[in-house]
């Protein structure tokens, strides 16, 4: 298997720690979003959405979106399990996901489209007022994961899933290239963090 | 069982979809999101994001997010199947219902947050260049999909799945609520809507 990435973006981040979570090794093609290599027609071809990360089996099917490219990789190596079990696990595992990525990453995605350091969005098409809102639901979407990290060790209870990975990643980019670091008060967040990052997975993937 | 609804908003809709594909019936309480039943303290108990749907089970554990729902749903009644069989078919179709969520629902969502009719956001609040760059992602949208609709029946091919509800709900809700009617020009899209919206879950759900 291949998995297009582009280093320092997020979303192939994602697949690379679920990946590094279950020990799994693919080749990694690097492409050059700067110079738009995720929009050549070759590249349309694998993912008609223009976006990192792809996956591309040996047969030569594609598969994009992370998350769904992380359930791919889930079925066919089920071990450790970060999607959940049982019926009910899968589901309370994926609300939890859908919160962090509905409600918190959706919201760091405006305020980085309409920030200093985007290139994809030009600054005549960006919109300040967008911004300060999206800004002020990622301080409060901080505050209520600081409330829930005080009684649930991980995002979706006793166990670390896919869902702490993509948090993980969320904040890591909200930070540095943001501007959008939570509160040294987040005491609980902030144990959360320490915790998730420490994972030997974490630390081969992000170079610590 | 018991389904947290309100009438007339979109995302408890695509749950009682699914559940009629599913020939499953569940007690419907009626939330009424205008006298905002849906962030009391009981409620946020249910459902800290304060949103409907939410699915109570028999011994009281409750799932928010449609997505969520309808994976738990699937878990207890696999026939149809709506999410797919085989890791590459599960990973497919959630690729093809996260586009239609992240780059379409999510467009039509800023137009209606942004729009006349909504009431949740104040008229103050409102960001018009928001909801002139999302109406253009919308239509730019509905022309990939009329172009995808030319060679595949649903969404992700050949079979009608969850990825269909999502859309038909969504494009529904564009064009009563938000002005966002997909252009008569788009024939391959219309051919879908008229083969879906004729399925007999379809027509019971929306009364027809």
């Not at 981040?13 to 050059?32: M, N, S």
């Amino acid at each position: 298997m291949k998995l297009y990435d582009a280093p320092g973006t997020p979303n192939p981040l994602r697949v690379r720690l679920f990946l590094a979570e279950k020990g799994v090794d693919v080749t990694i093609i690097r492409c050059d979003t700067s110079k738009n290599e995720h929009q050549t027609p070759e590249f349309l071809q694998k993912n008609p959405s223009g976006k990192v990360p792809v996956l591309e089996l040996d047969d030569g099917r594609c598969l994009g979106e992370s998350v769904a490219i992380c359930r791919y990789i889930e079925g066919i190596y089920p071990s450790p399990n970060l999607f959940g079990n049982d019926p009910f696990e899968l589901a309370y595992i994926e609300m939890r996901h859908r919160q962090i990525e509905l409600e918190l990453w959706t919201q760091i995605e405006t305020s980085w489209d309409n920030g200093p350091l985007v290139t994809r969005v030009k600054p005549a098409d960006q919109i300040p007022a967008a911004k300060r809102a999206s800004d002020a639901n990622v301080k409060r979407y901080y505050a209520r994961l600081d409330e829930e990290f005080s009684v649930a060790e991980y995002v979706a209870g006793e166990k670390f899933t896919v869902a702490d990975i993509t948090l993980l990643v969320g904040i890591n980019f909200a930070t540095s290239m943001v501007d959008l670091k939570p509160d040294d008060a987040h005491v609980n967040l902030w144990r959360w963090h320490t915790l998730v990052s420490n994972r030997p997975s974490v630390r081969q993937c992000l170079g610590q």
